[in-house]
């Protein structure tokens, strides 16, 4: 089983921006649509923020503020996050989905099978 290792999480004022990373180890993601979900506080529910296809050619975000992306080369995925505002506030998570694929991006926590630890964002207003 793929390993996810989440990094750049942090405190930052409104405005600002950071870079979230998700390491894979113990076997290759290049193969496996990827995607980036958040929980905010108080939240029962993971909320998807984007995905993208496992060669990186498509990608879908809920909000353009934000981009991701992969390089299948590090085995890491990438979820760039630009001018933050404080209900960006939230847990995010990495997954990514190793089953037979029936379309390049899924949306759903379902369709995904493992994931990272979570990282936590905090953007201050």
């Known amino acids: 089983q793929v390993q996810l290792v989440q990094s750049g999480g942090g405190l930052v004022q409104a405005g600002g921006s950071l870079r979230l990373s998700c390491a894979a180890s113990?076997?290759?993601?290049?193969?496996?649509?990827m995607g980036w979900f958040r929980q905010a506080p108080g939240k029962e529910e993971r909320e998807f923020v984007a995905?993208?296809?496992?060669?990186?050619s498509r990608t879908k975000v809920v909000d353009g503020r934000f981009t991701i992306s992969r390089d299948n080369a590090l085995n890491t995925v990438y979820l760039q996050m630009n001018d933050l505002k404080p209900e960006d506030t939230a847990v995010y998570y990495c997954?990514?989905?190793?089953?037979?694929?029936?379309?390049?991006?899924?949306?759903?926590?379902?369709?995904?099978?493992?994931w990272g630890q979570g990282t936590q964002v905090t953007v201050s207003a």
């Open positions: 113990g076997g290759t993601i290049s193969d496996d649509p």
């Open positions: 995905g993208i296809s496992s060669s990186g």
């Open positions: 997954a990514g989905r190793d089953r037979a694929d029936y379309i390049e991006i899924y949306s759903l926590e379902a369709g995904f099978d493992y």
